[in-house]
C-alpha cells in the first residue's frame, strides 16, 4: 500500500491549501495516488503536528494553514530573481503568523542577501532553502553546494576563520574605495546584528565564531559540504 512522506506532505500542502481549502483530502490523495482512509489520516497528523487546521462541518471540513510549518524548496543557479522567489514560494506562508511587517522584511532581505551571494558567489549550481516557522519562532536556512565567498576569503587571507578575515579586511576601510570583500562583509555583519541568531558554515569556517558549534553532529556533516547560512527571529511579543 503506498505510504505518505509526512516531511513532502509538509511542505506540499502549503500551496495546496490556496487551491483546495475544501477538497484537501481527495487533492492529497490524488497528489500521493493514495486511498482516502490514507489521506484523511496523514491529514490528522498533519493537524496534530499543528501544521494545519481544520473548521466547519465534519463531513465538509474547511483547512487552512496552522502556525507550525516547513517549507523546503531548491533551485538551480542561475537563481533568477531572488525577491519574486521569496514572495511565490515563501511569503505567503509568513502572512499570518508573522504580524510584524518589519520581521517579514528582514526575513525577506535575509534571504536575498544570503541567495543572491550563493548565486553569484557559491562556484556551485545548487541552493536548498528550508524555513521553519512556528508559532513563537521562526528559523530560515540557506545551503549551497559551492565553496563560497566567504571560505575564498578565509583562504586568500590565511586566516583561521571568517571572524579573523573580517578583521584583516576592516584595515581597507580607510581605502577610498571598499573592496568587494569588504562591503559582503559589512552587508553580513549588518543582518547579523539584526537576527535573534546568526550563523554562517562556509565550508569549515563560520561567523561569528562564538555561535559556532563545538562539534558537529553525523547529521551535520553537511556543513563542510557548502556554505550555509541560518537566521533565526524570536515571535514572542
Given at each position: 500500500m503506498a505510504k505518505i512522506d509526512?516531511?513532502?506532505?509538509?511542505?506540499?500542502?502549503?500551496?495546496?491549501?490556496?487551491?483546495?481549502?475544501?477538497?484537501?483530502?481527495?487533492?492529497?490523495?490524488?497528489?500521493?495516488?493514495?486511498?482516502?482512509?490514507?489521506?484523511?489520516?496523514?491529514?490528522?497528523?498533519?493537524?496534530?503536528?499543528?501544521?494545519?487546521?481544520?473548521?466547519?462541518?465534519?463531513?465538509?471540513?474547511?483547512?487552512?494553514?496552522?502556525?507550525?510549518?516547513?517549507?523546503?524548496?531548491?533551485y538551480s543557479f542561475p537563481l533568477g530573481d531572488a525577491g519574486s522567489i521569496w514572495e511565490r514560494d515563501f511569503g505567503a506562508a509568513l502572512g499570518t503568523t508573522v504580524t510584524d511587517k518589519s520581521k517579514r522584511e528582514l526575513l525577506k532581505s535575509g534571504f536575498i542577501a544570503a541567495a543572491n551571494n550563493a548565486a553569484q558567489h557559491s562556484r556551485g549550481n545548487s541552493l536548498h532553502v528550508v524555513l521553519e516557522l512556528s508559532a513563537a519562532h521562526i528559523e530560515l536556512s540557506l545551503q549551497d553546494n559551492g565553496i563560497g565567498?566567504?571560505?575564498?576569503?578565509?583562504?586568500?587571507?590565511?586566516?583561521?576563520?571568517?571572524?579573523?578575515?573580517?578583521?584583516?579586511?576592516?584595515?581597507?576601510?580607510?581605502?577610498?574605495?571598499?573592496?568587494g570583500d569588504l562591503a559582503a562583509l559589512s552587508a553580513i555583519a549588518a543582518l547579523a546584528n539584526e537576527f535573534d541568531y546568526f550563523l554562517i558554515e562556509a565550508n569549515g569556517a563560520h561567523f561569528p565564531v562564538a555561535a559556532a558549534p563545538q562539534e558537529l553532529d553525523a547529521d551535520e556533516e553537511w556543513f563542510e559540504q557548502g556554505t550555509t547560512v541560518i537566521l533565526e527571529l524570536s515571535l514572542a511579543a
Open positions: 509526512l516531511d513532502d506532505a509538509k511542505t506540499w500542502v502549503q500551496t495546496a491549501l490556496a487551491l483546495h481549502a475544501h477538497d484537501l483530502s481527495k487533492a492529497m490523495a490524488n497528489r500521493y495516488q493514495v486511498s482516502s482512509s490514507t489521506a484523511s489520516a496523514a491529514l490528522k497528523q498533519l493537524e496534530l503536528a499543528g501544521v494545519i487546521k481544520r473548521s466547519g462541518p465534519v463531513n465538509r471540513p474547511v483547512f487552512e494553514a496552522a502556525s507550525n510549518q516547513t517549507i523546503m524548496h531548491s565567498l566567504y571560505k575564498q576569503m578565509v583562504n586568500a587571507k590565511q586566516a583561521d576563520d571568517i571572524g579573523a578575515a573580517v578583521e584583516l579586511l576592516t584595515t581597507l576601510q580607510s581605502a577610498p574605495k571598499k573592496s
